[in-house]
């Protein structure tokens, strides 16, 4: 009987013994191609976040994998594509991975990639990075219904571009005055003739411009001056494209002011790594993403990635600016800010972002970051970008209404980009018979609020506020003015920048009787006047309201 215990015991002791020395790291080297090692390599098991760095001799150790599972190791350095070695079990000490060199150059005869798998190409986008049934929210399916895939065939962009409607009828040609000291100059449109709006062409028709530069990138990389972005075809009718974006590999910025220098919009303002004949190139935000020719770039993630594109200065004026009114913002700050992509690529809808069936892998979604890119046309975002405070009550023979609106969730000014954005703020007071009291005192929405029947949203003089960066142009002193690759000065901006706000302050007659108070904040994308002659129908888009009685 005692042998028995005794034989027990000394059996279960080496089991202990056992599970105590099981393997639970895995050590190995990185290398080049030529055999040398890599230092501050960030060695990685695949998808998680159990990671280390190479020491100067390449080794590296990982410490913590599950025992008993076949694992993917992946490195990556600076310079190197990422590259990984598959089936390696937790013990392991001699896992050996070699990092292939990138181009560090840029080759301009590289043909971007069509997005589309109708392409007919193994690396057209869509094959992998979108499901078949196209239900999951993968890069592709989200990218084709942002407005970034939409760039190049934005009908409002293209009527403003040619000067015409969206039925294709044509404004006049601008007609040009002469002076001795300036030459020649543009003139007002003639009131006797029909007008749809103005447009490029009209002011500048021996010319393509630079608008290509952002809108359609494809075509313009080599060439941002030449290309009339309403003749593109091909890849480049994709707008800001996958293989274009992926493709990029640095930002040309003005180290005193980290802005993109003057007059360099979109392409001019971006560094490419195209890769040679025969090989690949894609940077992202991910540094185990391999087998492949891919790299990490941290850009990926950051707000510079898209200043090129959201600033913009045209005869000295700065059009577009939500890059710099980010950077003016805390919304900059290296510590506790935000970058653009934290609200316009949020991460956490899908746990994936190449399909299982084509070598994709489960990841902690919080890494994935969405492609849709929610904008100016999407409600949701509009709706949780400024918040709004309302209170009204009686003052003897008076209805006092007082409003805030604080920009207290976007990082740059509300509305931004565009100068022919705009918010109006309505504030309607009606008695008990549904009839609108009798306005007394307080700001009116301005004459670009349009002047016409309310119920059409032609709202200037009613009681409210307008708020938008107002343009007039230098010659014809037209204004509100969108035509801004005319000379133009900036005659107001009221917008709310990041975290400003902005209180106004109402008197309406009182009834005896109950009174309803209705407060709107609309978000409009062009100026009335504007949209009446290009045939745009954009509804405006609620960003908050509030209802208050009073008895």
């Not at 290309?227 to 180290?255: I, M, Q, S, Y």
């Not at 700001?443 to 938008?468: F, I, R, T």
Request: glycine share 10%; charged share 20%; with cysteine.
């Amino acid at each position: 009987m005692k042998r028995g215990l005794f034989t027990f015991a000394i059996a279960l002791l080496a089991v202990l013994v056992s599970c105590t020395s099981r393997p639970d790291s895995i050590g190995g080297v990185v290398l080049d191609e030529d055999g040398n090692p890599l230092a501050g390599a960030v060695v990685r098991i695949k998808a998680t976040e159990l990671e280390t760095v190479s020491d100067q001799d390449g080794h590296f150790e990982l410490t913590g994998p599950v025992y008993g599972e076949s694992l993917f190791i992946t490195a990556w350095v600076p310079g190197y594509f990422i590259h990984g070695v598959d089936s390696v079990q937790a013990g392991a000490k001699d896992v050996e991975i070699v990092l292939e060199k990138h181009a560090d150059s840029d080759h301009p005869d590289y043909e971007f990639v069509s997005a589309f798998s109708s392409a007919g190409l193994a690396g057209n986008c869509q094959n992998c990075h979108a499901e078949a049934d196209e239900t999951a929210a993968l890069p592709f399916t989200e990218w084709k219904q942002d407005a970034h895939a939409l760039s190049a065939q934005n009908t409002r962009f293209l009527s403003m571009y040619l000067g015409q409607d969206l039925a294709g009828n044509q404004s006049p040609l601008t007609r040009k005055g002469y002076n001795r000291d300036y030459g020649s100059f543009p003139l007002r449109p003639d009131p006797t003739k029909p007008y749809y709006g103005p447009g490029y062409k009209l002011d500048f028709p021996d010319t393509a411009g630079n608008c290509a530069a952002c809108h359609t990138p494809a075509a313009s990389v080599n060439n941002p001056y030449s290309v009339n972005p309403t003749t593109v075809d091909g890849t480049a009718e994709e707008g800001v494209g996958c293989d274009f974006c992926h493709k990029v590999w640095g930002v040309r910025l003005d180290p005193a002011s980290g802005l993109p220098t003057l007059n360099m919009p979109g392409t001019l303002s971006f560094e490419f790594r195209r890769p040679p004949e025969g090989h690949q190139f894609f940077a992202g935000p991910l540094d185990d993403v391999a087998p492949g020719e891919d790299t990490y770039s941290p850009l990926q993630q950051q707000s510079q990635f898209c200043a090129p594109c959201h600033f913009g200065v045209f005869w000295d004026t700065v059009i577009y600016n939500s890059f710099g009114e980010w950077l003016e913002s805390p919304y900059s700050d290296p510590e506790n800010g935000k970058a653009c992509q934290d609200c316009h690529m949020p991460p956490g809808k899908n746990d994936h972002f190449v399909r299982i069936d084509k070598g994709g892998v489960a990841r902690n979604p919080e890494t994935i970051f969405s492609h849709r890119m929610p904008g100016a046309a999407d409600s949701d975002l509009l709706q949780n970008a400024v918040s709004i405070q309302a209170d009204s009550h009686r003052k003897g023979d008076r209805i006092i209404v007082d409003v805030k609106i604080i920009n207290d969730q976007s990082g740059h000014h509300v509305p931004t980009d565009s100068p022919l954005r705009q918010l109006i703020l309505l504030v309607q007071a009606t008695g008990a018979d549904g009839e609108a009291l009798a306005f007394l005192e307080g700001p009116v929405v301005p004459a670009w609020g349009g002047v016409g029947n309310q119920e059409n949203g032609y709202y200037a003089g009613l009681p409210g506020k307008g708020y938008a960066k107002i343009l007039g142009e230098l010659w014809t002193e037209v204004s509100p003015t969108g035509a801004y690759w005319n000379p133009t000065r900036v005659l107001s901006d009221n917008r709310l920048g990041a975290f400003d706000s902005d209180e106004s302050h109402y008197v309406f007659e009182a009834p005896d009787d109950p009174v309803k108070i209705e407060v709107t904040l609309l978000f409009r994308r062009a100026f009335k006047e504007l949209m009446d002659q290009k045939g745009w129908d954009v509804p405006d888009i609620i960003m908050e309201s509030d209802l208050l009685d009073i008895p």
